[in-house]
């Protein structure tokens, strides 16, 4: 049977091979999980090979510690002709009192390609709920940041 989401979710325990010189997570190894989730939920969408074209605005709300687990939401925002754009929402769960903390958000550009690494089209997300259309003209308007600075 055939199934496509538009929403992928993971769940990661922080453990000590993650950890910086501090002693919490280290920022790098959640850019990687960022990105491993981005992979996903636009591989799951579209049924295609993807790579990242772009990541944007990163911000380290609150350190993350290292025994926590990290819950990553992912949903497609917007897909162009070949474009989709990942919106991801991290969250992490103290796993003793049970305390959640919002930590990151961020935005991926994945690019589905074919086996040449050419651009290849990918099927039209259409936005249903106004939340959903919300997150749709908001990553409409980072696309065109985006080209303006970029190009
Ligand atoms: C991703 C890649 C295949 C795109 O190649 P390209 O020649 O720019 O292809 P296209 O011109 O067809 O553009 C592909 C999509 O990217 C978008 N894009 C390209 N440059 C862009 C920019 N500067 N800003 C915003 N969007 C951009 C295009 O609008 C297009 O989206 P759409 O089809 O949904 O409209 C190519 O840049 C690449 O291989 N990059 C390396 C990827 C990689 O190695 N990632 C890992 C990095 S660690």
Same mark, same amino acid.
């Given at each position: 049977? #055939? *199934?496509?989401?538009? &929403? ?7 453990? %000590?091979?993650?950890?910086?010189? $501090? $002693? =919490?997570?280290?920022?790098?190894? #959640?850019? /990687?999980?960022? +990105? ?11 049924? /295609? ?6 990541? +944007? ?5 609150? !350190? ?39 930590? =990151?958000? *961020? ?6 390609? +074919? ?5 290849? !089209?990918?099927?039209?997300?259409? %936005? &249903?709920? +106004? ?11 980072? /696309?065109? #940041?985006?080209? /303006?600075?970029?190009?």
């Amino acid at each position: 049977m #055939l *199934s496509r989401t538009h &929403e992928t979710e993971m769940t990661v325990l922080v453990t %000590p091979d993650m950890s910086n010189f $501090g $002693g =919490n997570m280290h920022g790098g190894e #959640l850019l /990687k999980l960022l +990105d491993k989730v981005a992979y996903t939920c636009a591989m799951r969408y579209c049924g /295609k090979y993807v790579v990242t074209l772009s990541v +944007d605005n990163v911000l380290f709300k609150h !350190p993350i510690r290292i025994g926590e687990m990290l819950i990553l939401k992912a949903a497609v925002n917007y897909t162009g002709r070949t474009s989709m754009e990942i919106g991801i929402r991290v969250i992490s769960e103290d796993l003793q009192n049970g305390t959640v903390c919002h930590t =990151n958000s *961020s935005h991926f550009t994945m690019v589905a390609v +074919d086996k040449e690494g050419h651009s290849s !089209p990918v099927e039209p997300l259409v %936005p &249903e709920t +106004d939340v959903e259309k919300l997150r749709w003209e908001h990553a409409v308007q980072r /696309k065109q #940041l985006r080209q /303006k600075n970029t190009n």
